[in-house]
């Protein structure tokens, strides 16, 4: 399991529960708060779909044009291709075009996730 496109993660062991089929990134940073803690893993499909309405008010993995891949909650923005993108914690990125998003299929937290990494 891997996600080449997103930087130099690498492989990890499929997690408990997981189809072996998603990609994972791996979150740098506090803004998602306990939901998704720094060091965790967000497993999703790879998919590089525009967002879609049954997105809006589930956190996402979204891809923005600036080539930046973020975990927020994605909302919709003031206009058509807009969207507000929520964190825990921290400040709402508003009205940003979105490249594409992915729903999050699992957050693995960051003790399990570093088993997960190790041969």
Not at 27 to 52: C, K, T, W
Not at 83 to 109: C, K, N, Q, T, Y
Request: proline share 8%.
């Amino acid at each position: 399991m891997h996600d080449t496109d997103h930087g130099p993660f690498g492989e990890i062991l499929a997690p408990v529960g997981s189809t072996g089929r998603e990609v994972a990134v791996e979150v740098s940073g506090h803004s998602m708060g306990m939901y998704a803690p720094n060091g965790s893993l967000i497993l999703y499909e790879r998919r590089f779909d525009p967002p879609q309405d049954h997105m809006l008010g589930h956190v996402c993995v979204v891809g923005l044009p600036d080539g930046r891949v973020l975990v927020k909650r994605l909302l919709r923005g003031s206009k058509p291709g807009l969207f507000d993108l929520e964190s825990i914690i921290g400040e709402v990125l508003r009205d940003e075009p979105v490249e594409w998003a992915a729903e999050v299929a699992m957050v693995v937290h960051p003790s399990y996730a570093k088993k997960l990494r190790e041969p």
